[in-house]
């Protein structure tokens, strides 16, 4: 994106208005003998694949540009197929810039989505923008403040091939007489299965990285619980929905969410596999009362709510 605050400058010190540093990269081909260029913007969009590590207790998400100058290529099917058979023709590709008329962007834009619904139409044009998504649909995206939308800025030059890093990472406020939580590896990970949560009668160390289900006592296996968009707190919601008897809570010293692995026995019916958990959490100095209370996920920023 265009700095519009910034004084944009030329080869020859000529001035140069922000609303037309960005060119096109599609052009009007009505008339094949007067090809011309679409009218240049002050940004330039584009969808990229996004690649994820994860971390002990977090996960970082990159994005790259192909080179310094286009984020990838796109099939052009505005212009006739290259000569060949009807089989072996194809649409010539173009490259989708993402720089300015000098090889530099001032400020940039994000959001982080999944799809995995493209047309085939859709697909060909990648990286093109051919979607916005919307807020709700995003991962991760740049907020408004007071009304107004924020960039982070870029100052790029035309040397530089762009690649972004954006890492989150789970912490943990504790509240009064609450027990730290613990997290293990792969949290963030891919998983063979859904995670399930347990209630264990004893607390466990922080210290142990690989907590085994099978020596403990456990109060109450699989209990029901269900992720919660909490609009009210800006936070995801982990809502303990399972009912328990009154013995049960006094007994639970420990809320465990884990995943089971897939095992089969020989006749290929499905048996209890090993299990590991993920997030632990220990709740032996908290009173029946608040043992089961809901656990939030929310951003730094946001001050209310309480959890992980």
């Given at each position: 994106m265009a700095d519009k605050k910034r004084e944009h400058t030329g080869s020859f010190g000529q001035i140069i208005d922000s609303s037309v540093l960005f060119p096109s990269s599609e052009v009007d081909r009505s008339d094949p003998n007067?090809?011309?260029?679409?009218?240049?913007?002050?940004?330039?969009?584009?969808?990229?694949?996004?690649l994820y590590y994860p971390l002990h207790d977090g996960i970082v998400f990159e994005w790259d540009m192909v080179d310094n100058f286009k984020a990838g290529d796109f099939v052009d099917t505005t212009q006739p197929k290259e000569s060949g058979t009807n089989d072996s023709a194809y649409y010539p590709l173009?490259?989708?810039?993402?720089?300015?008329?000098m090889g530099r962007a001032d400020l940039f834009q994000f959001k982080l989505f999944r799809r995995d619904d493209w047309t085939f139409g859709q697909a060909q044009k990648l990286p093109k923008a051919v979607i916005v998504p919307a807020d709700n649909e995003s991962v991760a995206y740049i907020q408004p403040q007071n009304g107004k939308q924020l960039s982070?800025?870029?100052?790029?030059d035309n040397r530089e091939e762009l690649s972004f890093n954006y890492q989150i990472n789970l912490l943990h406020r504790a509240s009064d007489g609450d027990s730290d939580f613990i997290t293990f590896p792969n949290l963030f990970g891919q998983k063979d299965s859904a995670?399930?949560?347990?209630?264990?009668?004893?607390?466990?160390?922080?210290?142990?990285?690989?907590?085994?289900?099978?020596?403990?006592?456990?109060v109450a296996d699989n209990i029901a619980f269900e992720l919660v968009d909490n609009d009210i707190n800006n936070a995801i919601e982990i809502r303990i929905t399972e009912s328990l008897t009154q013995e049960q809570i006094?007994?639970?010293?420990?809320?465990?969410?884990?995943?089971?692995?897939e095992t089969y026995d020989s006749n290929h019916n499905p048996i209890r596999g090993e299990r590991y958990s993920?997030?632990?959490?220990?709740v032996d100095k908290l009173s029946d009362a608040d043992k089961l209370q809901s656990w939030y996920i929310y951003p730094v920023y946001n001050e209310q709510g309480g959890g992980i």
């Open positions: 007067n090809l011309i260029p679409l009218t240049p913007t002050d940004f330039a969009e584009n969808i990229t694949t996004l173009q490259p989708l810039r993402y720089v300015d008329i982070i800025g870029l100052d790029k995670l399930r949560m347990c209630l264990l009668d004893s607390p466990q160390s922080m210290f142990n990285e690989n907590i085994d289900l099978s020596g403990v006592i456990t006094t007994a639970t010293k420990c809320i465990v969410m884990y995943q089971e692995m993920y997030v632990v959490k220990n």
